[in-house]
């Protein structure tokens, strides 16, 4: 499902609250063809959320996301397609 920011720069608490409604055990931030962060706000928002936060190249972040599914975990993912810019 589309869940709207196209470049890590425009994460924000807003785009990620569909994410947070149910809370996962684990999001995952796919940022595009290399890893990166978000803002630091944004991590402290999804740390005192107790969510713990995985950032990684968005190939990885899938291929994480569907193993940690597999094993039962209660885990989102949010991607940004490879290519996006920063």
């Not at 589309?2 to 720069?9: K, M």
């Not at 924000?12 to 931030?29: K, V, Y």
């Not at 940022?31 to 999804?46: E, S, V, W």
Request: proline fraction near 7%; charge should be negative.
């Amino acid at each position: 499902m589309p869940w709207g920011p196209e470049r890590l720069r425009d994460i924000t608490a807003e785009s990620l609250s569909m994410f947070l409604d149910t809370p996962p055990e684990i999001l995952i931030i796919g940022t595009g063809r290399t890893t990166a962060f978000p803002d630091n706000a944004i991590m402290q928002q999804l740390r005192d959320q107790h969510i713990g936060l995985e950032c990684m190249d968005s190939r990885s972040a899938a291929r994480t996301y569907n193993i940690l599914l597999a094993e039962g975990r209660n885990v989102s993912a949010a991607m940004l397609l490879p290519g996006s810019r920063k």
